[in-house]
């Protein structure tokens, strides 16, 4: 059974840190692209940031230079870093395993069940 389980959300004044973990199960992690997304109410998933196979990241232009995506393949865990948070960085985050391409664009095909961050002003 493939489980991606996401931890770390919360509550933080703007300005501060937090960091994401996301565990995964039942896949072979350390072959897979990951990537991290957000979502608010009302609008679409939004990719935060993205790390390939072969170490190559990309990150929104909103979270350059604050968010750090990582992995520790020993563990089958995924991070985000996130510092210097902002009101707007309020959303769901959710971790992403095995990027492939399709007519409609790249998708993932495991996904976490999200977690809340939300950061006051």
């Known amino acids: 059974q493939v489980q991606l389980v996401e931890s770390g959300g919360g509550l933080v004044q703007n300005g501060g840190s937090l960091r994401l973990s996301c565990a995964a199960s039942?896949?072979?992690?350390?072959?897979?692209?990951i990537a991290w997304y957000r979502q608010v109410p009302g609008k679409q998933r939004e990719l935060v940031a993205a790390?390939?196979?072969?170490?190559?990241?990309n990150y929104a232009d909103s979270v350059k230079g604050r968010f750090t995506i990582s992995r520790d393949n020993n563990k089958n865990t995924m991070y985000l870093q996130m510092n210097s948070l902002k009101p707007e960085d309020t959303a769901v985050y959710y971790c992403?395993?095995?990027?492939?391409?399709?007519?409609?664009?790249?998708?993932?095909?495991?996904w976490g069940q999200g977690t809340q961050v939300t950061v006051s002003s």
């Open positions: 992403a395993a095995n990027r492939r391409l399709t007519a409609s664009g790249p998708t993932y095909d495991y």
């Open positions: 790390l390939d196979r072969g170490g190559i990241t």
């Open positions: 039942g896949i072979p992690f350390s072959i897979y692209s």
